[in-house]
């Protein structure tokens, strides 16, 4: 038996090293190594396949241009560009605001110290920061600041210190990311059970705070701690509803925090309608629930890479909270500005992932075919000289004799 299995697996060794004579001989030289490398890459698994809840087959539903689509910035981080972190509640913002800080590739790594919860993310060679977030410049424009807050605040607070005419010409990317609205109410409601506030924000719009009838407070003394999910639900003034699609608007289209500037069925339009349109003009965001996707197109936008993988967390405080049928309903319609807008944002997400992943095996199938035209090129070359050395070899003994 063992005879056997001897001579079968030097029949299979003699039959490889063949194999390999033959490739050699057929194709030498490191052109074909470097194919055999790439077709033995491009056959490994897709690595952001097998994640998520996303279906095999994702059918779009809305429409959208290539332009749209296509999000790939020249992000210029010797120069003066920004990236603006718009950190949402309860979204995942703290995980991929690490990230931002501790996980990317670059000539002059962030500088985190233990025990400090911001970094240093200093620009090679320059003492400035290209990133706008919790982890690198704190909460500069105020504790959680919206879409309305940082776009009026970043500009004057990072050339604050600059005469006007010396300011840089600067390029703001603006990212976000977000969360299925009912797991990020869900997960808002315990935080605050826990004693959480928030009471730093400065909702700052048109130059100024809201006031205490524009947007009262859910609960006396120090916070809301141990507040049931009723509680939390039945509170009209309670931030956390349609918190999304609030911090992603302009709010200035809407009068603010004053809710008697225009009927509220047309400021629901207005803010909805402004959330998406603001949501697909950023440089980039991403979605909790689909974490892979969410590095892969980070990386491709801003042509930074990451060093580790994002993980997919699936097991979170807000899906360990069991509520019945009833209450899924009540929480879907008190967030139904959130609703459609994760609806949306999850369609133009998932549509961008794929046109990306397109336009890569595109781009790897054309290397590939000028890689093919320049062996065959190299290949004829070499016949060529092959048959005239033979030609002149003939020529040169047909004089001697």
Not at 135 to 157: K, M, Q, R, Y
Not at 315 to 342: G, H, P
Request: hydrophobic share 35%; charged share 30%.
């Amino acid at each position: 038996m063992d005879d056997k299995s001897n001579k079968l697996l030097l029949a299979l060794v003699m039959l490889f090293l063949f194999a390999v004579i033959v490739l050699q001989y057929v194709c030498p030289g490191t052109e074909c190594q470097l194919l055999r490398l790439q077709a033995f890459a491009s056959s490994r698994a897709d690595p952001y396949r097998p994640e998520d809840e996303s279906p095999p087959r994702f059918v779009a539903r809305l429409n959208f241009t290539d332009a749209e689509l296509l999000r790939k910035v020249d992000f210029n981080i010797k120069g003066d560009d920004l990236i603006v972190f718009l950190h949402i509640q309860k979204t995942g913002g703290t995980t991929f605001g690490r990230h931002l800080v501790r996980n990317i590739q670059l000539e002059q790594p962030c500088e985190c110290k233990a025990g400090q919860k911001k970094c240093t993310c200093h620009r090679p060679g320059k003492r400035e920061t290209w990133l706008f977030s919790r982890f690198s410049t704190g909460w500069s424009c105020g504790l959680h600041a919206d879409w309305t807050e940082l776009t009026n605040c970043v500009p004057s607070i990072v050339d604050s210190k600059k005469e006007v005419r010396l300011r840089p010409s600067r390029n703001f990317y603006y990212i976000t990311i977000l969360r299925d609205p009912v797991s990020r109410y869900l997960s808002e409601w315990r935080h605050v059970q826990r004693g959480a506030t928030w009471k730093a924000s400065l909702h700052v719009c048109d130059g100024r705070s809201p006031t205490i009838e524009e947007l009262p407070s859910c609960y006396t003394g120090d916070d809301w701690s141990g507040c049931s999910l009723k509680e939390f639900m039945d509170c009209p003034y309670n931030l956390a509803n349609n918190r999304q699609v609030r911090m992603l608007s302009d709010l200035s289209l809407v009068g603010c925090y004053n809710l008697s500037v225009m009927p509220e069925e047309q400021r629901n339009k207005v803010l909805l309608d402004s959330a998406k349109e603001n949501l697909k003009c950023m440089a980039f965001f991403g979605l909790t629930e689909f974490q892979r996707k969410t590095q892969y197109l980070f990386e491709k936008t801003f042509n930074m890479n990451f060093i580790s993988p994002f993980t997919q967390y699936n097991n979170t405080r807000a899906s360990s909270v069991e509520i019945d049928q009833q209450t899924q309903k009540r929480i879907e319609a008190l967030n139904f500005l959130d609703m459609e807008l994760y609806e949306y944002a999850k369609d133009l997400f998932l549509q961008r992932y794929q046109f990306t992943r397109q336009k890569d095996h595109q781009e790897a199938r054309r290397k590939r075919q000028e890689q093919r035209k320049i062996l065959k090129t190299r290949h004829a070359h070499k016949r060529d000289q092959t048959d005239n050395a033979t030609t002149d070899y003939v020529e040169d003994v047909e004089k001697w004799r």
